[in-house]
Nanobody, 120 residues
Framework: QVQLVESGGGLVQPGGSLRLSCTAS????????MGWSRQAPGKEREQVAG???????NYADSVKGRFTISRDSTKNTMYLQMNSLRPEDTAVYYC??????????????WGQGTQVTVSS
């Protein structure tokens, strides 16, 4: 079983920055991919950014040039650096990951979410 725990959310003014972290623990041999999604009140969940085992990245058009996804394999941790934040970035942000364990079984896990509020 793999657990993901997000941190780093909070309240920030428009134009400000936040860095979200997602740390994985458990029976992890390798990651295939990790990513961030978000859900604002009354809206569908939106994929924000993703990163593969080979460190290829992809971003939603709404965050390109402002958000950067990265990961530290030594810490089993993924980050989302969010700059030039806008009120429309307000949402609960979730991390997700998939990979294999030490006996070759595939796993997929989601975090519990962290609130990001952009407001003056």
């Amino acid at each position: 079983q793999v657990q993901l725990v997000e941190s780093g959310g909070g309240l920030v003014q428009p134009g400000g920055s936040l860095r979200l972290s997602c740390t994985a623990s458990g029976n992890i041999f390798m990651f295939y991919a990790m990513g961030w999604s978000r859900q604002a009140p009354g809206k569908e969940r939106e994929q924000v950014a993703g990163i593969t085992f080979g460190r290829s990245t992809n971003y939603a058009d709404s965050v390109k040039g402002r958000f950067t996804i990265s990961r530290d394999s030594t810490k089993n941790t993924m980050y989302l650096q969010m700059n030039s934040l806008r009120p429309e970035d307000t949402a609960v942000y979730y991390c997700a990951a998939n990979g294999t364990d030490y006996v070759g079984r595939s796993w997929r896990s989601w975090g519990q979410g962290t609130q990001v509020t952009v407001s003056s």
